[in-house]
């Protein structure tokens, strides 16, 4: 009896050991750029047949980590890396800013540096880097599974990190949205804006509190694990560290390795890259460091095979091939049914887009092709209403889930900017090239007044007019459909401000032209795109070149100027702007302007559009002046004028095709075809005498061109390329920044 109930222990001591499965767990290690090192690892697994039973990742290792858990295969994610510019996908700015107050017939001043301030502190955002791009990919390459379900329900379980921004408490994700975990855990502090998970909770990268999860992976039921620690050797020599992004990436490295370093004995398979050369957003470096993962390896060979020994004594090891396609191809591509718009605003209370405004994608499948053109139309929609992202996910049941998302603005801001192009011309009065350049200032200080009401202004440009306008805005009335504000300013300026003096006149006299304005109004915001203003002035002038006859103005104007529209870039595919301008003075009599355009442009395909535009202008103010005057040539009208083709009287029109190229550091670049007319006033500002007629269109002039134009959409501004001819043999070519 003694015997049996021995036996029947032992047996019962021994099940377990018979029964386990022997859970083998690929744990992958945040690093940023680094991250990519992980792929050797998974190709090296696949190459000898371990099976992997659950993925767990922090920061970049969950991004690749969900890629593989989801079924794509190695290669699959080592052609996402050539099929996508990485570099450009963490290159975005966290905020572009909706379109300021333009003037009329002018685009928005670019903004190379933007910074807003107030009680919560400095920045117009919790970043440097922007996730837009990011979510984009995310939700295409993620759009086979819905947002809600249960990780383990995936080809292999998978679970990542992140951890709560308000207090500091590790994140472990399991279920929901791909795209919110891996989205979550890559959150990497001041590079990337955090991410709200809802109840107000906001995620930042999982390296902070666990950047290499091992024992989460042993409590989740692994028995045998493999990791790869990318940051581990990543800690610089002393003499490395003598430049900012280098001391960046210590810090980082530093602070998330201490704990990771302690769980490297827990690990069955322990690869550590050496990458320390490496930065954190180095992704064109990807095949260097894919091959640095190989090398590490390689040096693990005999723990490798000795856990896949281990291993095929109970479970088949089965080699996978390395050109295989992974399982997620096989799954059917989400048809669009249905579309809803969700605020994910933490402090919500922006407008956001309706659900009609992408109606277009309904019934169609969310392919590679639906995608590209899904993602162009969200960032149009996103800068025009000032969102910070316009992401989407697909949910059940064909649902395509929008979420918008925008932080508290500042009501305090300081930006920078510049405009500078060069090039030669025909058309030039004298000479026949160019050089100019001009940078401003723009600081905004609201929330001034016991009641916080007023708002402060300073502008301050340098370049062929230089000088400061200061400004006070008072809001008189403020609602759903609008707001009414009451402006007083003043300015002084120095420069050049005649056509004698512009900076594209060869034979120019000195640029010392003087100019002080003073003046009040009232500033109108109507709708969504309305803009409007009426404000009276007094200016006094002062002319250096003596040429002119009169060397002293002083005179009052009146004017009103209308903008109603959407189109903000030059290169915008589709939208509409209409711009009026009306103004009325009197120096030794009356004098006017009055000046109307319209542009507009429609969607052919997702790389073409077509886009037509009209301008009539007709002014009769103090000759000496170039405010006295539009312009006729540069991109937006003449192209073979060049810039500066100053005339009284102007009909203008133009049709225009343009083609999305491709994308050049992830922003999108585009040529354009356009073929545009124009009749106008023979007098020539230049001649520095005065006009003998002032009949409308008198001694009128007719002409005819063709321009190419190559341009590229940047943070910075548009970058444009330009070559046009006319009728009439003028000839211009011109490079610049706008």
Known sequence: MRRIVVFALLVFLGLPLSATTGKVALVLSGGGARGLAHIAVLEAVEARGIPVDMVVGTSMGALVGGLYSAGYSPLEIRNLLETYDMVGLFSTPPLEEAEPDDEVFSYKNNQVFSLGFGEQGLGNAPALIGDQRILELLGYLFARYPNTMDFSDLPIPFYCVSANAATGERIVHSEGSLVTAIRSSISIPIVFTPFPLGDGILAIDGGVVDNLPIEL???LGAEYVIASDVNALGIQDAAELESLSAMAMQTVVLLTQDKATAQHPSADVLVLPELKNMFTLDFSAHEQIIEAGWKAVDEQDAAFDALAETLSQTRPLVPRDAMRIGSYSLLS??????????DISLKPGASIPESFMFSDFLGRRLNAQTATELN??????????GLTTLSY???????????ARSFGRRDRNISMGFHADTGFSTALPSGFAWYRADAYLDASLGGLGKKQDFTFCVNATLGQESGMALSFSFPLLSGSKGSIDAVVKASYGVGAMTPLSAIINAKRSAPLDRMFDSGAG???????????SLQGSYLLVSVNDSTYTKQFYAYPVGEATVSYGNLTSRFATSGFRLEALGRLGYQEGLTHS?????????????????SYATQLSLMREPFPFIQSYANLGGIDQMVSYGPLFLRRDIAFMEVNWQHRLSELLGYPAFGKLSLHGAVYDAYDPYSGLPPTEDAYF??????MGLALMLGLDTPIGEVVASLGTSLAGEVSFALGVY
């Not at 009232?522 to 409007?532: E, L």
């Open 333 to 342: 591509t989400p048809k669009i049914l249905q579309i809803e718009v969700k």
């Open 217 to 219: 992976a042993r409590s």
């Open 698 to 703: 008198s001694s009128k002039v007719w002409d």
């Open 594 to 610: 009055l000046r109307i355009g319209w542009r507009q442009s429609f969607v052919i395909t997702y790389r073409d559009s077509l």
């Open 522 to 532: 009232f500033q109108f915001r109507f709708g969504k795109y309305g803009r409007a």
């Open 393 to 403: 996910e697909m949910a059940s049941d064909g649902k395509l889930m929008i979420y």
């Open 376 to 385: 162009l139309k969200l960032r149009e929609i996103k800068n025009a209403y």
